[in-house]
């Protein structure tokens, strides 16, 4: 961006546009998230969107595990770096499992639900409820929607976190779903610890919430 160029709004496509092609969008470009990790790794392999899936890393541990994966994301240099992580693994069965495409998710309609919608750490501008919303609708019946985001518990390490206030609780999400359709299975706060670029580590707060979706 040059001096006359405006800055691009807040969490819109253009801001993270920008922000991939200047660093990485994530601090963990090949590693999958942990609370990912936690709550998946017991299920049934089946059909799985990816929302904001950045560089990748999520959608190829998915695939890696027998998932079909929709990978979604905004930002065209989020998903050509995630593109070339999967060509260059060594599983390229699983890399023929991830549909990669570029969309925005607020406008997005994919054409079919699925067993798992997993969302992690995404940010953005409006009413995050129509987000989480939508999300949920994706969700076939009997299916698991997985949603991470950082915690306001972590305001204080801004340098670390989202950089605006982008924070939500485990109950800000469970709350925009229907009790008669949903079984909240996680609703908590839960640490992970990352490496900062100088090497020290850092314990964040994420706000996880795991539910199903009821049969029928
Ligand atoms: C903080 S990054 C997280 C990426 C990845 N989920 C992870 O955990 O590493 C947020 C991601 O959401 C994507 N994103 C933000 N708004 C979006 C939108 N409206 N539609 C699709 N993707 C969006 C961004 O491009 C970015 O890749």
Request: glycine letters at 8%; aromatic letters at 6%.
């Amino acid at each position: 961006m040059t001096a006359a160029e405006p800055a691009p709004e807040e969490f819109g496509a253009g801001y993270w546009e920008q922000r991939y092609r200047h660093h990485h969008g994530t601090s963990r470009p090949h590693a999958p998230s942990p609370q990912l990790v936690a709550e998946v790794a017991a299920l049934e392999p089946g059909t799985a969107l990816d929302a904001g899936c950045g560089e990748g890393a999520d959608a190829r541990w998915l695939a890696a595990r027998g998932w079909r994966v929709t990978a979604v994301d905004v930002a065209a240099t989020a998903l050509h770096r995630a593109q070339q992580h999967a060509l260059a693994s060594d599983d390229p069965a699983a890399a023929e499992r991830i549909d990669w495409q570029q969309a925005d998710l607020l406008h997005w309609t994919p054409e079919h639900r699925f067993d798992l919608v997993t969302s992690q750490y995404v940010h953005l501008p409006g009413p995050r409820e129509t987000f989480f919303r939508r999300l949920a609708a994706a969700v076939a019946p009997g299916g698991t929607l997985l949603i991470v985001g950082h915690d306001p518990a972590d305001r204080h390490t801004a340098a670390q976190g989202p950089g605006a206030d982008a924070y939500v609780t485990a109950e800000d999400i469970a709350a925009v779903l229907d009790p008669g359709t949903w079984d909240v299975l996680v609703a908590e706060t839960r640490t992970r610890t990352v490496t900062g670029p100088d090497g020290s580590g850092a314990e964040l707060c994420d706000a996880v919430l795991r539910a199903r979706r009821r049969e029928g």
